[in-house]
């Protein structure tokens, strides 16, 4: 089973900031990887699909980065309406399976 | 534009099973994959398993002894069933539309809690 890992765990930042968020996959993904945002009380929200493929709708100020086994999701600009939780998935293979997420607080 | 919904007991005693409902609107069942996954109240996701339309599923290794995923095309809905559980298996369950591992859109998600 290939296992996910992100990184920090929990991140405290100011509006403004530019924030980086790390997911190690425990073998090769190819670019098989996608990011998500949830925010309490709804569900995950799809950001960021195939490592750096922006979800329409998405604003540009997320992007994504990395293939083979890490990975990083960037906020260029953090604002206000990004405090969540973000977690990455791979899918790489018939199995899915998530990182175990990294809340972004704010400072 | 595809909407789901989960409905199905708030409650289960431990040991019973755990039975779920996605009913999908706005759109045919009879495409795409099907999955389930769970999040243990302040903690993460979980993907518990996906279903095709044609019967073909494959499971999470570490629940696939206890689920079971299910399809019904005539309804547009899809099932979890989830046996012998306990209070570990407490978790908001969702249901959303696996489009080549990529799950969107999801439901609004449903709580099951276990305990007697």
């Known amino acids: 089973d290939i296992q996910m890992t992100q990184s920090p765990s929990t991140l405290s930042a100011s509006v403004g900031d530019r924030v980086t968020i790390t997911c190690r996959a425990s073998?090769?993904?190819?670019?098989?990887l996608a990011w998500y945002q949830q925010k309490p009380g709804k569900a995950p929200k799809l950001l960021i699909y195939?490592?750096?493929i922006l979800e329409s709708g998405v604003p540009s100020r997320f992007s994504g980065s990395g293939s083979g086994t890490e990975f990083t999701l960037t906020i260029s600009s953090l604002q206000p309406d990004d405090f969540a939780t973000y977690y990455c998935?791979?899918?790489?293979?018939?199995?899915?399976?998530f990182g175990q997420g990294t809340k972004v607080e704010i400072k | 534009q595809v909407q789901l919904q989960e409905s199905g007991p708030g409650l289960v005693k431990p040991s019973e099973t755990l039975s779920l409902t996605c009913t999908v609107s706005?759109?045919?069942?009879?495409?795409?994959?099907w999955s389930w996954i769970r999040q243990p109240p302040g903690k993460g996701l979980e993907w518990i398993g996906y279903?095709?339309?044609?019967?073909?599923?494959n499971y999470n290794p570490s629940l696939k002894s206890r689920v079971t995923i299910s399809v019904d095309t005539s309804k547009n809905q899809f099932s979890l069933k989830l046996r012998s559980v306990t209070a570990a298996d407490t978790a908001v369950y969702y249901c959303?539309?696996?489009?080549?591992?990529?799950?969107?859109?999801w439901g609004q998600g449903t709580l099951v809690t276990v305990s007697s």
């Open positions: 959303a539309r696996d489009f080549s591992g990529l799950f969107d859109p």
């Open positions: 706005a759109g045919s069942i009879s495409s795409y994959y």
């Open positions: 073998q090769s993904i190819s670019s098989w």
């Open positions: 195939k490592a750096s």
């Open positions: 279903m095709y339309h044609t019967g073909s599923s």
């Open positions: 998935q791979q899918y790489n293979s018939y199995s899915r399976t």
